[in-house]
């Protein structure tokens, strides 16, 4: 099933803020991202509506809370869905960063999509992924402060208060026109 992003603007700036102190010189080529958060999660209810029409389906959670989500197009064996079955999702989310050399990529966002979809004639199911990358201009930084400046791609200015200790030892090293990837 395909269901919508559940990143926020909130959450994507506060990775920022904890990930634009990384430890990494600015001057030495990109290195690995560091990990900020992960989780894995697990949502399991009972269909209480299926929309064929639309291709909607209505899921009740086990504390009664109901999420509803379109299912693509490319899930096969939609038809097959029916009020009452038991269903589950599972998906990954995570949120990592680092601190890239000046001019080493461009200003920007991509987002790449992959996925599977179970066989014809078998149970309903398949996989979605979504990775969105984000690439901003450091402006500034006060290490005194605890505060890094950045530029996104649309052009939006904000100063995020780094609050991870471990991630605040290197923002002395980090200099107006590296970027956050």
Same mark, same amino acid.
């Given at each position: 099933?395909?269901?919508?992003?559940?990143?926020?603007?909130?959450?994507? =700036?506060?990775?920022?803020?904890?990930? =634009?102190?990384?430890?990494?010189?600015?001057?030495?080529?990109?290195?690995?991202?560091?990990?900020?958060?992960? $989780?894995?999660?697990? *949502?399991?209810?009972?269909?209480?509506?299926?929309?064929?029409?639309?291709?909607?389906?209505?899921?009740?959670?086990?504390?009664?809370?109901?999420?509803?989500?379109? &299912?693509?197009?490319?899930?096969?064996?939609?038809? /097959?869905?029916?009020?009452?079955?038991?269903?589950?999702?599972?998906?990954?989310?995570?949120?990592? =960063?680092?601190?890239?050399?000046?001019?080493?990529?461009?200003?920007?966002?991509? &987002? $790449?999509?992959?996925?599977? /979809?179970?066989?014809?004639?078998? /149970?309903?199911?398949?996989?979605?992924?979504?990775? &969105?990358?984000?690439?901003? $201009?450091? *402006?500034?930084?006060?290490?005194?402060?605890?505060?890094?400046?950045?530029?996104?791609?649309?052009?939006?200015?904000?100063? *995020?208060?780094?609050?991870?200790?471990? *991630?605040?030892?290197?923002? =002395?090293?980090?200099?107006?026109?590296?970027?956050?990837?």
């Amino acid at each position: 099933m395909r269901w919508t992003r559940f990143s926020s603007p909130l959450a994507i =700036a506060t990775a920022l803020a904890l990930s =634009a102190c990384s430890s990494t010189p600015a001057d030495t080529a990109a290195r690995a991202p560091v990990t900020l958060s992960s $989780e894995q999660v697990t *949502l399991e209810g009972s269909i209480t509506r299926v929309d064929r029409a639309n291709r909607m389906v209505t899921i009740r959670g086990s504390e009664g809370a109901e999420l509803d989500l379109f &299912v693509g197009d490319d899930v096969r064996n939609f038809d /097959r869905l029916q009020v009452g079955d038991r269903v589950s999702l599972d998906y990954h989310r995570a949120i990592a =960063a680092a601190i890239e050399p000046a001019g080493s990529a461009q200003v920007g966002t991509t &987002v $790449e999509q992959g996925g599977s /979809r179970a066989g014809a004639g078998s /149970r309903p199911g398949g996989s979605a992924s979504e990775t &969105v990358t984000l690439v901003a $201009e450091v *402006l500034a930084v006060d290490a005194a402060a605890n505060l890094v400046t950045l530029k996104g791609p649309r052009g939006n200015v904000v100063t *995020l208060e780094v609050l991870r200790e471990d *991630l605040r030892v290197g923002l =002395a090293r980090i200099k107006a026109g590296d970027l956050l990837r």
